[in-house]
Nanobody, 120 residues
Framework: QVQLVESGGGLVQPGGSLRLSCAAS????????MRWYRQAPGKERELVAS???????DYDDSVKGRFTISRDNGRKMMWLQMNSLSHEDTAVYYC??????????????WGQGTRVTVSS
């Protein structure tokens, strides 16, 4: 079993910063690509940022220059540093990862999400 657990969400003022964490655990041999998604009320879930096992990154245009995705393969963790936050960033943020398990099976896994609210 593989688990992804997000943390770090909360209430932040416009223009402020927040850092989200994703911790992976379970029967993991290797984590390939990791991603942050978000889902705002009444909207579909959208891809925010992704990072490969080797550290290559990609960002949605809406967050480029403001958000930074990073990972530590030894700790099996991923982070999303969010700066210059606006009301449009309010959403539940989800961790997603492609994982090769100890049983040599590749699967895609989701965390339960952490809520980010940007409000004054």
């Amino acid at each position: 079993q593989v688990q992804l657990v997000e943390s770090g969400g909360g209430l932040v003022q416009p223009g402020g910063s927040l850092r989200l964490s994703c911790a992976a655990s379970g029967s993991i041999f290797r984590i390939n690509a990791m991603r942050w998604y978000r889902q705002a009320p009444g909207k579909e879930r959208e891809l925010v940022a992704s990072i490969t096992n080797g550290g290559g990154t990609d960002y949605d245009d809406s967050v480029k220059g403001r958000f930074t995705i990073s990972r530590d393969n030894g700790r099996k963790m991923m982070w999303l540093q969010m700066n210059s936050l606006s009301h449009e960033d309010t959403a539940v943020y989800y961790c997603n990862a492609n994982v090769i398990t100890d049983y040599w099976i590749t699967g895609n896994y989701w965390g339960q999400g952490t809520r980010v609210t940007v409000s004054s």
